[in-house]
């Protein structure tokens, strides 16, 4: 039997993970920076393509409907992962190596906030594009119409709620992150993230990079679409905040739980 057909042990999968993400730390800045630029644009795209998906699902049953939002949504980290760059949520895998003795904790900070920001400025231009190119306009505003949805719907939890849900959708996240190295092919690959990807999304947990594309591209809708100001410049940082929050608790703790059983120091 081929290797590609045999999936690696826990254990060999653990150091796959943990050797990638010590890498990944140690890049130079220029490739982190840049990297971190195409993960959030291609994060925002499938945000992009996932509000597409939801035009006009209020008349599908709603559990249908933010399944295939979420089964369209992996198009993002299938970007990510196969096309290549660096995603903070993935990338919080590095506090794995770092308890295990692997990564200088300095080194993965740095990292983790150069890749955070970097992907910050990559969703935001991508908002401003998909602004500027009148994508809201489908469905005689049915795109539009549902990426405020959303907006509103997530700028509305409570903290404790936000922070809650980022750690359920990274936990998600990063679990997809490990099948998908589990893969050796790109189909593979695809095959290994998507589940929990569409997962988190059809749950409608938090992921905080996906939220620097669609919180921003929804508050500037609000102005384009002449609707209602319902959605605030405090609510979306305060989002962020708590998901990012969220996202590094639930991203550290696959990591270390993985690394506490297969890996000796």
Not at 78 to 97: D, H, R, Y
Not at 102 to 108: D, I, K, N, V
Not at 188 to 194: D, E, F, T, V
């Amino acid at each position: 039997m081929s290797d590609q057909a045999v999936a690696p042990d826990p254990p060999d999968l653990t150091r796959t993970v943990f050797e990638a993400v010590t890498e990944k730390a140690q890049q130079p800045l220029r490739p982190m920076i840049i990297l971190g630029l195409l993960a959030g644009i291609y994060v925002g795209l499938g945000g992009l393509f996932a509000t597409v998906a939801l035009a006009g699902a209020e008349d599908m049953p709603f559990g249908a409907g933010q399944v295939l939002a979420g089964v369209v949504f992996s198009l993002g980290l299938a970007l990510v992962l196969i096309a290549g760059s660096e995603l903070f949520t993935g990338n919080t895998l590095m506090l794995g190596p770092v308890t295990a003795g692997q990564l200088p904790g300095g080194t993965a900070a740095r990292a983790l906030s150069v890749v955070y920001l970097a992907n910050f400025a990559g969703s935001l231009c991508l908002a401003v594009l998909v602004l500027l190119a009148g994508v809201h306009q489908g469905g005689d505003g049915a795109v539009g119409r549902a990426a405020l949805d959303l907006g509103v719907t997530k700028t509305d939890k409570s903290f404790v709620a936000l922070l809650a849900s980022g750690v359920l959708a990274n936990m998600l996240v990063c679990l997809a992150v490990w099948m998908a190295h589990a893969g050796h092919t790109v189909t593979q690959k695809i095959a290994g993230l998507m589940l929990p990807i569409a997962a988190f999304v059809a749950a409608g947990l938090e992921h905080s990079v996906a939220n620097m594309y669609l919180l921003p591209y929804a508050y500037m809708l609000q102005f384009v679409m002449d609707q209602p100001a319902v959605i605030g410049l405090g609510g979306v940082l305060r989002n962020i905040v708590a998901a990012t929050l969220g996202n590094l608790i639930g991203g550290g703790f696959v990591a270390i739980a993985y690394g506490a059983v297969h890996i000796k120091r």
